[in-house]
């Protein structure tokens, strides 16, 4: 009996534990993924980009998603079972379908019409999906700004943010770096929706080119800004949207390139997101060799035998770079409803410069002086910022409230040596020390609540706190006195701090076609200055030191926009709104900058902002192979800031020498009307363009007169035309081999102080898709023919100017980018904000 029991108790325990292996074995099985693909297309053929997701009716750990490649064509992996299908696109309807997948297969397609109704046929069967759709496209028109998308930009591969601005539309880069949008200079730049410690303090073209092409998302480019934008920026906004992935699992991409002028630079963007945790981390490093030409020819119109006759200077500088930058955040969904967000950022350039200029100066008894300059330049820059954000959804129907903060810090050192010959004997050397450290704070509240089916209103604070610190220290050694001397008019410290309270209420609705969006904006400005040079009280340009210097504003700033919607691709917008120009800090210090003292910057403490009243009226049709959007445009600008430049002798080494002084002031108004045409146009499968047209009539009154600087005052008045036109040609060969060519023009301006002459270049790109998709070689030559360079000829009632500046000669460049991504996972889409729901660049944008 004992032997009985024991016999059963063994049988049932193998029962047990082959049952138990059976079942763990059919669990496994159940688990076991299979290879599917599919293809998305329409009654054209395959439809790229489209967002396909699948959730495991079971069990939510074996849903999945995948994103279509460029002609339609998607892959994945899943488990054996019941899947509920969603596709989601822009301005389409939701489609859900439940599927049951059973093997490795290739998908049929199921068909979705423009209205969202599903064709289904078998829902036994594994479908793919048809959307009606255009393709992705780099150039997009919403009520109040204009995108551009980099991703397609072949001759900025390997390049830097500088580098793809040349190809946005409504965008100018000139030939020193500086940036306008429609002739005009005065352009707010942004990152992520903020300010930001990137772009640096007065760095100019330096930060442009220490952000890399590839770490770019998209630009919006907001030529007249909505009162729920800052005020400042008369030009405009450019909104530089960094990349943060929306892909499930780890993905991410290197880039690297190796150039001539010599470069060299390596790109990396990383993601990873499990649940409702994603974090990113962007990052890389380069290094650059530039050349920058100037010549400046001065004739003096009469004077008496000592007095100087011309002056002819031809200068290049050669430098070498390097810049590193990192940024790292997360972004953590805490429920449905409310999300926060968190990231870090350091950039750093540093930049090694040596040049040489030689001065012939000849005066009007027959005199000639012959002057070299050898120059020696550091520039060192370092950047922090942290940002912080909360977003909360009161509830399903869009009321939402968005919380951010930023914090940073900039700072930049320079360095300048000169040593100069004067007929090839010493004359003196110059040792110039630049400190300058930037803090900053901004802080935000944007609230939303819908009205109705149609409406909504958006109310919001900012706060702007910015501080800048300047040291600067001018040292000086001439052949009659070697020791090292300051020069105290040249030599100061300087502090200034600006801060900015902003209130603004928006209402945006719609009636039958026709939608509006009202708004007011309220900006209270408040400056504080103090300056103190090393001059002695006994010298006779001696000033008290500047203790407390206050400028406080109040302003209000209305915009108006229109929206009639013809059909659902083809509307007409107009617009309005009042902006300010608010002086940049460094024109405001007196004696800002020493680097020459033949050229001497003087700074201006009692300059204003100027104003501008910015009226638009355009057009937009939208079609699957092409897009054109004309608008015309009015500018009217009042106390507009004008550079002066009047001449000034003084003694140099104890001999009298003409000192070109230049200066920033309020004079007079400027005006312009023009039309601007954006395109693009698919013309047929292997051929594509882009192209940017701007024409506009100028007119700029006003004249300036000093009695203690100037003999008599200086016009302004002019009146012209000019124009500037881009056109970007893509040849897709096949598949993989796709090459560019891009042309600029920009046209001649002249005023009565001013004489703009034309300029041209063209850019040429190639790309290689290799490795099966996840690869691609690059290849591009900026400014083939070498012609990018500014000429211009400055008149004044004693002597005209003549300038030629070439920022950098013709480059070339060869990159290659690997990606590599599980699975191409990608988040299900949400839903997408109202236009202008947001100053941040909506919900495409980092955190930042």
């Known amino acids: 009996m004992e032997r009985t029991e024991i016999v059963r ?19 496994i099985m159940a688990q076991q993924k299979v290879n599917i693909s599919g293809n998305v297309k329409d009654t054209n053929g395959g439809v790229g980009y489209a967002s396909i997701t699948f959730k495991n009716q079971q069990n939510s750990q074996l849903s999945d998603a995948a994103l279509a490649d460029a002609d339609g064509n998607y892959k994945l992996e899943l488990a054996p079972g019941s899947y509920d299908v969603s596709i989601e696109a822009v301005d389409y309807k939701k489609f859900t379908q439940t599927i049951w997948v059973e093997k490795a297969g290739i998908l049929a397609p199921f068909v979705i019409v423009s209205n969202g109704k599903a064709n289904l046929t078998n829902t036994t069967d594994i479908q793919g999906v048809v959307i009606t759709a255009t393709s992705t496209k780099p150039y ?22 500088q580098d793809v601005l040349t190809n946005v539309p409504s965008v100018e880069v000139g030939t020193d770096g500086s940036v306008s949008m429609r002739g005009s200079s005065n352009v707010k730049f942004l990152i992520n929706g903020k300010p930001s410690a990137l772009l640096g303090i007065d760095d100019g073209a330096n930060a442009l080119q220490s952000i890399p092409a590839d770490q770019i998302e998209k630009i919006e480019v907001i030529t007249n800004p909505s009162s729920k934008f800052e005020a400042s920026g008369t030009a405009g906004i450019l909104n530089i949207i960094l990349k943060k992935s929306k892909k499930a699992g780890f993905n991410g991409s290197v880039t690297g390139t190796l150039g001539y002028l010599p470069q060299t630079n390596l790109n990396t963007n990383l993601s990873w997101r499990k649940g409702d945790l994603t974090v990113f981390v962007n990052g890389g490093g380069g290094y650059r060799e530039s050349k920058n030409t100037n010549r400046n020819d001065i004739n003096y119109f009469t004077g008496n035998t000592d007095d100087l006759s011309t002056r002819n200077t031809d200068a290049i500088t050669k430098s070498k770079g390097e810049n590193y930058n990192a940024t790292t955040g997360l972004i953590y969904d805490i429920n449905e409803k409310t999300s926060v967000n968190a990231s870090g ?4 350039f540093n930049n090694d410069s040596n040049g040489y200029t030689d001065t012939n100066e000849r005066y009007f008894g027959g005199t000639s002086i012959f002057t070299q300059r050898l120059n020696t330049g550091r520039n060192s820059n370092l950047a922090f910022q942290g940002d912080f954000g909360l977003d909360h959804k009161f509830d399903d129907k869009g009321q939402n409230i968005s919380l951010a903060l930023s914090l940073q810090r900039n700072r930049s050192n320079n360095f300048t040596g000169i040593d100069e010959t004067k007929n090839n004997a010493f004359n003196l050397l110059n040792i110039v020390n630049q400190k300058t450290i930037n803090k900053t704070l901004v802080g935000k509240a944007d609230y939303e609540l819908p009205i109705g089916e149609n409406s ?13 610190d300047y040291n600067n220290m001018v040292q000086e050694s001439t052949s009659s006195n070697t020791a090292l001397n300051y020069l105290g008019l040249y030599s100061y410290t300087a502090d200034y701090k600006e801060m900015f309270n902003a209130f603004y209420l928006q209402f945006k609705s719609k009636i039958g076609r026709l939608g509006y969006q009202v708004g007011l ?64 800090s460094f024109f405001m210090i007196p004696n800002p900058n020493y680097n020459n003292n033949l050229n001497i910057f003087d700074g201006n403490i009692d300059l204003n902002p100027s104003y501008v009243d910015a009226y638009e009226l355009g057009y937009s049709i939208s079609k699957k192979s092409f897009i054109i959007n004309p608008t015309i445009y009015y500018r009217h600008q009042t106390d507009d800031v004008k550079i002066i430049s009047y001449s000034k002798p003084e003694t140099i080494n104890g001999a009298i020498q003409n000192v070109i002084h230049t200066k920033p002031v309020n004079v007079g108004t400027d005006d312009r009307i023009g039309l601007e045409v954006n395109f693009s146009w698919d013309a047929t499968k292997w051929l594509k363009f882009l192209g940017n047209v701007d024409g506009f009539r100028y007119s700029t009154t006003g004249d300036y007169f000093d009695p203690i600087l100037m003999k008599e005052s200086l016009p302004f008045d002019g009146k012209g035309v000019s124009m500037r036109s881009r056109l970007t040609s893509t040849f897709k060969l096949d598949k993989t081999l796709s090459f560019q060519v891009q ?37 591009n030559i900026q400014d083939v023919f070498n012609t990018r360079a500014m000429r211009n000829v400055n008149y004044n009632g004693d002597f005209t100017s003549e300038n030629y500046m070439q920022w950098q000669p013709r480059q070339f460049a060869l990159s290659f980018t690997y990606k590599f991504r599980q699975g191409e996972k990608v988040e299900q889409p949400k839903k997408k904000k109202d236009i202008n729901a947001n100053d941040s660049g909506g919900d495409e944008q980092g955190p930042m």
């Open 521 to 584: 904006r309220d900006e209270i400005s408040n400056v504080t200055i103090n300056y103190q040079n090393l001059l002695d009280p006994s010298d006779e340009n001696y000033s008290p030191p500047i203790s407390n210097k206050k400028k406080n504003y109040n302003n209000l700033f209305p915009s108006i926009f229109l929206s009639y919607e013809i059909s659902k691709d083809n509307q007409f917008l107009a617009n309005y709104s009042r902006r300010i120009d608010r002086p940049r």
């Open 9 to 27: 108790s063994v049988l049932q325990k193998k029962i047990f534990g082959l049952a138990l292996t059976i079942g763990a074995a059919s669990f």
């Open 345 to 348: 950022t350091v950039r750093t």
């Open 743 to 779: 042309g600029f023009y920009g046209g001649p301006r002249k005023t009565a102080s001013l004489d703009r002459k034309s300029m041209y270049a063209v850019n040429f790109g190639a790309s290689k898709t290799v490795l099966g998709g996840n690869g691609t070689i690059s290849f």
């Open 140 to 161: 997009k028109v919403e009520l109040d700004k204009k995108t551009y998308d980099p991703s397609q930009d072949i001759v900025s591969k390997g390049g830097s943010l």
């Open 456 to 468: 909504s209103l958006s109310a919001g604070y900012r706060l702007d706190i910015n501080q800048n």
